[in-house]
């Protein structure tokens, strides 16, 4: 079994920062990719940025210069440093994952998400 665990979201004024966490743990054989979405009330989910195995990095425009993704890869962490926040950007935040695991002794490629951490910016 495979679990994401974020942290770090919170309540912050209009021009602070916060730093997301995301934690992946269980049988895991390699990380193709991760990445943070975004859900606000009464919106659809949207990619905020993702990183691949080899670092390339993707991020919304709405995010660019503001966020940045990295991650740890002897830890298996994922992480979202958020600055400049603004009251738009307020949404719970999840982490997703591409995951070959194992499973059953044969590796099984999932698909996993965490169960969200929020985040509020007031104005």
């Known amino acids: 079994q495979v679990q994401l665990v974020e942290s770090g979201g919170g309540l912050v004024q209009a021009g602070g920062s916060l730093r997301l966490s995301c934690a992946a743990s269980?049988?895991?054989?390699?990380?193709?990719?991760m990445g943070w979405y975004r859900q606000a009330p009464g919106k659809q989910r949207e990619l905020v940025a993702n990183i691949q195995s080899g670092g390339i990095t993707n991020y919304a425009d709405s995010v660019k210069g503001r966020f940045t993704i990295s991650k740890d890869n002897a830890e298996n962490m994922l992480y979202l440093q958020m600055n400049t926040l603004k009251p738009e950007d307020t949404a719970v935040y999840y982490c997703?994952?591409?995951?070959?695991?194992?499973?059953?002794?044969?590796?099984?490629?999932?698909?996993?998400r965490g169960q969200g951490t929020q985040v509020t910016v007031s104005s």
């Open positions: 269980g049988s895991i054989f390699r990380i193709n990719s």
């Open positions: 997703n994952a591409e995951i070959v695991s194992w499973e059953a002794g044969r590796p099984q490629l999932g698909n996993y």
